[in-house]
């Protein structure tokens, strides 16, 4: 078979174990062919593509980043008639199935094809870890190990200056990298979207800490907006699809936390050091297992399906279930955690 395989949507540690993976099954169990589009549904629409022999995914599972770049586009845009371009770029082509590698957006892009009959499977990705379907995506592990340094040593350099260490992971609309960052720092605060705290609440954790003779460590998502925060207190400006482009909260947050508690404070967003980098080897192991399920996948005729990790086990799962719901961080989840506050 022909396969063309794309990365679309925020990159990921782990994008490149993924192509590596179902190339080199492929190759050697079906001898397909592969080619990669270049930045997403941008290189489909372009008919901007490589070829990718086994040769040139030699060794870059791990390595960070995507090697056939990414982006936001997608085929529906401005009115297109998306799966027409896609069609017609397959028959010129001879493709007969697409591996859509991506988030919930790239996800709901994919299944639109198939529910037009474009042969597409999908393989989940996201750094924030909030798909439903599948019980982690691979990028998480990763940027939860990045970020758990870095809290590390902020709370080296506040225990030295005996400071409020405000630190700001990723999370858009969950609080899972914080949490598990958070947690494997032992932080005395973390503000997750999906269970608000008020300011007050926040400074009484802090004071807390502070009065123990710690130094205190807040980390915050940066989606988390205060319970009783006034109105427009985080006034994001919106990206090209009309999502607020996040960023900032910590350094609201630090000010409000010295001035009512009168301790020194500082913010550190860590930003996009989360998402670049070398894959941890958990996420190595995850995205070439779900790479090379995703072309036994196009094998056995599962189009308008995605490959998703169950307990254990690679497993394969309607795109649609993907699309259906966020994966929030679970009340448990959160009273386990909040008891260790302060
Ligand atoms: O959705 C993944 C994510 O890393 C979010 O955590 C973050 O808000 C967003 O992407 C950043 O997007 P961009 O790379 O477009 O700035």
Redesign the pocket.
């Known amino acids: 078979m022909k396969i063309g395989i794309l990365t679309s949507g925020?990159d990921c540690p782990g994008l490149n174990a993924v192509i590596r993976g179902a190339v080199i099954k492929g190759d050697k169990l079906f001898e397909d062919e592969f080619i990669g589009y270049k930045d997403g549904w941008r290189g489909v629409i372009d008919g901007d593509w490589m070829t990718l022999p086994r040769r040139r995914v030699r060794g870059i599972g791990r390595i960070g980043g995507t090697i056939l770049g990414t982006s936001r586009s997608n085929p529906f845009a401005d009115g297109e008639d998306g799966a027409e371009i896609v069609r017609r770029h397959m028959d010129e082509n001879d493709v007969d199935g697409i591996i859509a590698i991506g988030?919930d957006g790239t996800l709901f892009t994919a299944n639109r094809l198939f529910e037009a009959g474009i042969p597409v499977v999908g393989v989940p990705k996201?750094?924030?870890n909030d798909l439903d379907a599948t019980d982690y995506t691979f990028g998480f592990n990763t940027a939860v190990e990045i970020a758990t340094e870095s809290l590390d040593r902020l709370r080296m350099t506040g225990d030295s200056h005996h400071r409020c260490m405000v630190a700001e992971v990723?999370?858009?609309s969950v609080g899972w990298i914080a949490l598990h960052s958070g947690m494997a720092a032992g932080a005395h605060v973390i503000c997750l979207p999906e269970f608000p705290l008020t300011i007050g609440e926040i400074c009484g954790y802090v004071k807390s800490a502070f009065d123990r003779g710690r130094a205190p460590l807040v980390v915050v998502a940066?989606g988390f907006v205060p319970k009783d925060a006034p109105e427009g207190f985080m006034d994001y400006d919106l990206?090209e699809f009309g999502r607020p482009?996040?960023g900032g909260i910590a350094q609201a947050l630090a000010p409000i936390i010295e001035e009512r508690l009168g301790i020194e404070s500082r913010a550190t967003v860590l930003g996009?050091i989360q998402?670049g980098g070398e894959p941890t080897g958990y996420d190595r192991v995850l995205a070439t297992r779900l790479g090379t399920a995703a072309v036994d996948l196009v094998h056995h005729n599962g189009f308008g399906r995605m490959v998703a990790l169950r307990g254990t086990e690679i497993v394969d799962v309607p795109l649609t279930e993907a699309i259906d719901s966020v994966k929030a961080v679970p009340r448990n989840r959160w009273d386990e955690m909040r008891i260790l506050f302060g």
């Open positions: 925020g988030g996201t750094v924030d990723m999370g858009r940066e990206d482009r996040f996009h998402r």
